[in-house]
């Protein structure tokens, strides 16, 4: 059995400061587009995703590693946003196995509605917060970071 690596103080400190970023900031943008939209955080995102797409629509798994979703969160997430009227599903053309996901000039219409408020937001969050050169070492980190989380690079984000 190997000897656990104890936190130092400082490595402890930081540690405690990221857990809380990673607690509290799902809900403050939660909150902001609940308010002001009527969607969640990983309904906008789902929604912005496909508006930055050719045709704005993309296979299901696709939409899903862009979301840095799994499959069962992203399917209920879809219903919600289909019986809204914001994206429609339909067999791939390609592959009968999958299903593509198009986001419906309704949901390119709550896109733009909503990005203003929420770019805003996460502005006043995070990026004022932070000098230039801290969010160029954010992007670092949380670089290195996906390294770890996501070895393989199936996340949207790992490519970036």
């Known amino acids: 059995m190997t000897e656990t690596r104890w936190l130092s103080d400082d490595e402890q ?17 939660d909150l902001q587009l609940t308010r002001d939209e009527h969607l969640t955080h990983f309904d906008y995102f789902t929604l912005a995703m496909l508006s930055e797409t050719p045709g704005r629509t993309l296979r299901t798994s696709a ?38 996901v198009t986001l419906t000039d309704a949901g390119w219409d709550k896109v733009v509605q909503a990005a203003p408020g929420h770019v805003e937001h996460v502005r006043s969050l995070v990026l004022d917060a932070l000098t ?8 670092e980190i949380s670089a290195a970071l996906l390294t770890k989380l996501d070895p393989d690079g199936r996340m ?5």
């Open 156 to 160: 949207f984000a790992s490519e970036a």
């Open 63 to 100: 939409l899903a590693a862009r979301t840095n979703a799994t499959l069962p969160r992203l399917s209920r997430v879809l219903t919600r946003l289909e019986e809204a009227g914001f994206v429609a599903r339909t067999p791939c053309p390609e592959d009968r196995r999958a299903t593509n």
């Open 132 to 139: 230039p050169a801290q969010i160029e070492q954010l992007g």
């Open 13 to 29: 400190r930081s540690w405690v400061r990221f857990a809380a970023v990673l607690e509290l900031l799902p809900a403050a943008l």
